[in-house]
């Protein structure tokens, strides 16, 4: 089996290295015309022909506007899957590679969203390569699917596919995301997001000033409750906003204000605590000023990733044997994703890669960083980590079995 595993490997660098122009041009056309969440027509369009295109011997199976208007699916192989190759009939095992491609407003591709499209595409057509060669000789069948999921940076596109059912039959699933360094895992934290709304009584601001109710002060009380709050809160907890309305003219006293606030917490069942104590700051404003107060949380509440100790040091075994370094001590995160959903349900990975620059997600910099010709190098060496990560876990019974272990008992640690 290590022989054949050997070769499976080197035949998906071949491939993935003779993709390397298209797969370049992919993520180079979705990254010159950056999309906002849930508008990304263009990166669906460009994603759904490459996929269309992508033929050696066997085609893709593919769906455009796959449940949303923006997602797709493309599956190749026998049918079936999620069932963990335990279910009747034939088992398959269903490997999934998860591709963004959401840009953010004002900045472009400053998250690299267009580098994890490519990734997502080349760990695909790479293993569908090696599984070709190998088909009849695995344990299980193998069947590959890839999903396009929008709208990371905001609502949580992941989240509205796992609940039309787009992972039901999903037995492993990779992304890998573009940072300043390689990372197999770090523990990217749960949010949700707060909107608050203050209803006052229009006054003239001069003339009649007692007989309006004032909104925009009962937002900055909020705003300051907030920061005298964060004092409390435990240092890896994040409450952070920003006033999105707070009045028309000076003239006239504002009775309408509307704050949204971001709530961050390691774990996602530590988030009701913080909404509580959020909460308290809001509705107190709102008393002091006599407004009415409406508070609701718009999006999906985005949970923390689980760990997967077998599949991350599968992936650092692979990466390093093609040159990726990891460092010692990696550099703590508090971002969040929609990841994190996916990974309470299926057991999967989603770790962080050097693009060949030190510069920040979400700044200009990175921008030109994940457009860059130096990115291509290390996009497509996380893509081949991957796909050799999902080699090793197809070819042994024993690895899928720990993984499997492993997300069971991280299921159990964060969410009980
Ligand atoms: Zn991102
Ligand atoms: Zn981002």
């Known amino acids: 089996m290590d022989t054949r595993k050997q070769q499976m490997k080197a035949t998906l660098q071949r491939r993935i290295d003779a993709l390397r122009a298209e797969l370049s041009t992919l993520s180079s056309d979705i990254w ?25 011997e066997q085609t893709w199976t593919v769906q455009s506007h796959y449940k949303l208007p923006t997602a797709f699916r493309a599956s190749w192989g026998p049918a079936g899957g999620g069932g963990g190759g335990e279910g009747e009939g034939e088992p398959v095992l269903n490997v999934g590679f998860l591709c963004e491609y959401d840009a953010l407003p004002g900045l472009g591709h400053a998250c690299g969203h267009n580098l994890i499209a490519e990734v997502g595409a080349a760990a695909a057509v790479g293993l569908k390569a090696a599984l070709q060669e190998n088909e009849t000789e695995l344990p299980v069948p193998v069947k590959i699917t890839v999903l396009g999921t929008p709208a990371e940076e905001t609502t949580g596109g992941k989240i509205d596919l796992i609940n039309a059912g787009a992972f039901a039959d999903l037995d492993l699933v990779f992304l890998a995301h573009p940072a300043q360094q390689d990372v ?11 909107s608050v709304k203050y209803h006052g009584k229009a006054s003239h601001a001069a003339a009649y000033p ?29 409450l952070h906003g920003i006033i999105k309305h707070g009045g028309v003219r000076p003239n006239i006293i504002p009775d309408y204000s509307e704050l949204e606030f971001y709530l961050r917490s390691p774990l996602v069942k530590d988030l009701c605590d913080l909404k509580n104590k959020a909460e308290g700051c809001f509705r107190a404003a709102a008393m002091a000023t006599g407004c009415r107060v409406e508070i609701t949380y718009p999006y999906h509440a985005y949970h923390n990733i689980l760990p997967n100790a077998t599949l991350a040091n599968l992936y650092e075994s692979n990466g390093k044997d093609l040159g990726i370094q990891f460092p010692e001590q990696p550099a703590t995160f508090s971002g969040s994703t929609d990841f994190g959903n996916v990974s309470s349900i299926v057991p999967g990975i989603h770790p962080f890669f050097y693009i060949g620059t030190k510069a920040l997600n979400h700044t200009e910099e990175y921008t030109e960083a994940a457009g860059a010709e130096v990115a291509q190098l290390y996009t497509l060496r996380t893509a081949k980590a991957l796909a050799m990560t999902a080699v090793d876990v197809v070819c042994c019974p024993d690895l899928l079995r720990q993984v499997r272990e492993d997300f069971g008992l991280a299921k159990q640690k964060h969410e009980s």
């Open 210 to 238: 007692w007989e309006g109710v004032n909104a925009l002060d009962a937002a900055v009380l909020a705003y300051n409750n907030v920061s005298v709050l964060r004092q409390q809160l435990k240092p890896e907890w994040r």
């Open 32 to 56: 010159s015309r950056p999309e906002l969440d849930g508008e990304e027509t263009y990166a669906h369009d460009t994603l759904v022909r490459f996929f269309s295109q992508e033929e050696e």
């Open 184 to 194: 197999s895992f770090l523990p990217c934290v749960a949010l949700d997001v707060v």
